[in-house]
């Protein structure tokens, strides 16, 4: 069976698995304190190209989600996201848990554009009862997004202008971050990624580690008792190493990009295939997740041979799927599976 | 440095580290619904002789005891707890950040005792105005405690008891089950714990896993949605097989229990030269914490050979300090360590 | 000055102040626990047909809604309401404050259809990935909406329908329910809504109290220990006597129905009063609130006699306004102003 | 039945409900934004002595405590008090229904020592891992305490120095603070308490209002959208002008001090009677709460005449009861009460 069901079937980058052999019996302290969370720190500064951005990791997105989102929000304050957003659809209401409003907004192809923020908060802070609202304190957007589209430098930079405009923080989800930064599409760097935004993460989890998110603050202005809110929702891992030698490893010798430029390769090819072939696209994705529609016989046929998620099913009887590749797909079975299309 | 610092200095038993690169390539489902997870579970089920328990993978024990306390209390319920119980003291609220009070009771040497329990259920239930008070929903104890100390079998069916009188649940925190089970003063196995409580948990972060904690309802009587209210809480794992390989790893072969002997042996030994050589214990624990109490002086000295922590500052200057030996600990570094006493 | 602001800019009807007097100096116990409320209780019981029905009285709406739906959904579930609606505009996030989503849906007129509730259910329980989303648990709607406008009985039964095919419960907010049962337009009586949800509430602050809400459940089935909750949320008034007085007097001799019958009668005449001089209505309400628009100039001319809430911004420059009479609203005011229109 | 229940059995004093007479049909703005409201800040900031004080107008007492406290709190801080307070024991876990520990720390005579918090803190900020604990944050006393008893200026000045010291906020929970003011015990006047404390309230319900407490911030310092804060909290009422029309009466001519000198008055005449027959007093409280002790013959006979509530059982089978004397009682039910005693 070819597995293409999501980015986090298998275990970790094999160089993930010698590190943590190698350094399997140095005793360090826990919570993040030992030795590797600091060298991971200090590559992840490098990458950004910001010598002061605090840093700190966390288990898993969804976590670093409502973590985040409940750190840095006032008690008052809700957070905008796209109707589609993860926050919004797929969290099983974990930011709603800590208190606070999802504010979601129209997107097109999984996209907040700059305007319907504008707008949303002019209309705000126009109302003369807006006292009884929940106030806007932040917008959320995922690069990719869930459709697997990519902002342009161009519309990142427009949000942050909107959220300047109304003291809002950006919080860009990286959970993909990689397979981002690596599409042929991608108009930004890594460090530019830093200039656009307040807070954002670097996805490990489905980029090659076995677990673990790093959260970046460019600005170094993490929130006063970090590690105190963290351990308040439950989230802070007591072997803090087994993230810091992940992330150690995926910043060394630019594995971490490396690998997410092999996802993307594979994704491109596979998606090439599927519009040679007749494919229609439910979303024109230029990252690591495809979303080609079958019909009834087509996904008959292709059950056989790969497991995939069915996306959305459509008003005609036909289904959006998703197809996704990682770091461990291999190019054999990518071939396999367009042999079969 | 000898290292005794606590349990989770050190990354895995490399028994794991080799199972998790067998299986590293293997393709699986998220999110606790591989096979290596449904194996782990079989096997935690054999172990307890409950073949109809419920079993699910949590990260770590502030995350574990938050889940569990925040999913089977009713919202008008609060959860019992000895004033120096983990939830009270050392979890930056964790469980009022999910809306729930723990009351806090007497405790001694780490234990609450079962009377304590039905005076404040007695008393509870014969106030008039107990419609303004938190209803006492659960109870919750460390097996063993933060001193290091255990509930004997009387002790906790004592418990086990009052529970039943005034409909309590007993919740077992078992971060450090593995050194209560194998200290030669445990009266109870594991099958017999399950007896004795309502849902406890396996800790694997202190006994040998990178992280990990096996959350078990002996009756088979999980909330309903669980995952949803785990996923709610940001706790899940989205590749769970990192936790279903570990703990199959440490239920193989009595893993989890030979290394958690290995711990203890060590700490008697430990805790025998200390008593040999005139140290007070600060309190009497048969498992792999040892406490014992240190003039300035004696601090000073050690502190040249060995890591480990500061307790609690006596009034009469001395110290109560922590001696933590693991499944990673070192016959040899014991003796280096006796040899300086 | 001819005040419109809102239902809730006098004190109260001055029967309601004498019963105060008169009942003033009478000792009786707290919390909703004395003689007043219990004939209050009565009253409303024999006003719904319902017998068996709980009744709780609370202070304010935005209290009742967050109390109710705290208290009835599980931590699991989600509210459903009209992106328009009360809980998911206009009340500062109190609903998300308990840890609960709302799920806004699109709307007509305000109003909620049973098939959008339908096609989300629908398309909820399809979705293999449910367990990753907050469950659907209760329907919100207000009779009337917050655009003053109203269900038909067959529109709340198809609401019924739907809630019972998908296990959630009905909740009708009645803030202001006087004004919309005497409404011309209203095809259903008070007993009849009392078929068709789970649970809703009469308002008193909008229709002639000094505060409070009668929250009715007519199958009798409030939660458990409802009154704990109701302290927990800080939402128990010690003299509960007030509310028991003001609704025992708004039940008595159908003065609730009277006093709401007056508000619509001069509310359809300043309707009609703005038809026949030729301005626009934003929404077509049959109850106390009439939303015109207005130009510029007629804005300005009638804030020289009236006081008014502007409702929303027109993009071609117009405003629609609202305009709001109340049990306390005098006739000859009604004609002065249409006098000015 | 002679009635000394509690200080909430009655309606409002009469000019209270003369004054809602008088202004019933005067139309304004809600949510506290009224003239009466206003002028009710006015007379409080002049009777506090402070021109700029912030003064917020709530309904309750329970909903004034766990607004003011998670309005103040950081999401890492939790409140210390008396074990005893009425947030720890007698409000459903209000507090931690917003998220916020109650640190409960030991007491005498339900008073809170300065040494006491000094300790706590001194502890807190030694220990290693304070960030795995809640930080204290604030202070919450009552005054009078819920034993009747009452802290000295030289108390609370301790209070508000150790405050100072680790940075804490001072709450007074003031819902008798007229009876505590008027004591011949205090030795403290309304302003010098404003020097003494970060914010306090000022009870309506038990002294003389149908219900109220304002709330009072000495130094202006009222957290940024307040309204926001209560309206999320369920908290805000519509009819904002219930509650300035009680104030402004209350504070008009000082009558909130009359009538608290009043209850006080027949509460010592009250006290001294107990002791001269000789029953023994629970609690030494020079305030408008009595605590004698009864025998089982001595309860049985006072019940035929009076309706008290039950304190607290001894253990040697006496009973701990309480008389509440308010603006109410009639000095002619005390002296039947003396006479069978």
């Given at each position: 069976m070819l597995y293409y069901l999501s980015d986090y079937t298998e275990g970790a980058h094999p160089r993930i698995l010698e590190r943590l052999q190698e350094s399997n019996l140095v005793s360090q302290p826990g919570y993040g304190e030992d030795c590797f969370c600091a060298a991971a720190r200090e590559k992840i500064r490098a990458a950004c190209r910001k010598p002061a951005a605090d840093v700190y990791f966390l288990v898993g997105g969804t976590q670093c989600n409502a973590v985040t989102i409940a750190s840095l929000l006032q008690r008052w304050e809700a957070v905008i996201a796209a109707d589609t957003g993860h926050i919004n659809v797929?969290?099983?209401g974990a930011v709603e848990f800590t208190g606070h409003k999802v504010i979601a907004l129209p997107q097109q192809g999984g996209k907040l554009a700059a305007e319907t923020v504008r707008d949303y908060c002019a209309g705000f802070y126009a109302?003369?009862?807006?006292?009884h609202m929940p106030f806007p304190g932040m917008v959320y957007v995922s690069q990719?997004?869930?459709?697997g589209t990519l902002y342009s430098k161009a519309e990142l930079e427009a949000l942050h202008a909107v959220c300047g405009e109304y003291g809002l923080r950006l919080f860009v989800d990286g959970a993909r971050l990689g397979y981002g930064l690596m599409?042929?599409?991608?108009?930004?760097?890594l460090p530019e990624l830093c200039e656009l935004c307040d807070v954002f993460y670097i996805g490990g989890t489905k980029v090659g580690a076995l677990c673990g998110e790093a959260l970046v603050f460019p600005k170094g202005?993490?929130?006063?008792?970090m590690a105190t809110l963290v351990k308040q929702q439950g989230?802070?891992?007591?072997?803090g190493r087994l993230l810091g030698v992940q992330f150690d490893t995926l910043f060394t010798d630019d594995l971490y990009f490396k690998i997410s430029r092999h996802a993307i390769e594979l994704a491109m090819k596979l998606k090439a295939a599927f519009v040679e072939k007749g494919y229609p696209l439910f979303a024109d994705s230029p990252t690591n997740q495809q979303f080609p529609i079958l019909t009834k016989a087509q996904e008959e046929k292709l059950r056989q041979y790969a497991a995939f998620e069915t996306w959305e099913p459509l008003p005609d009887g036909r289904k959006a799927v998703r197809f996704v590749t990682s770091w461990a797909t291999r190019e054999e079975d990518v071939d396999a599976l367009i042999a079969v299309l």
């Open positions: 797929h969290e099983a109302n003369e009862t807006r006292d990719p997004t869930e459709l599409s042929p599409d991608c108009d930004m760097t202005d993490m929130p006063k008792h989230a802070m891992l007591a072997k």
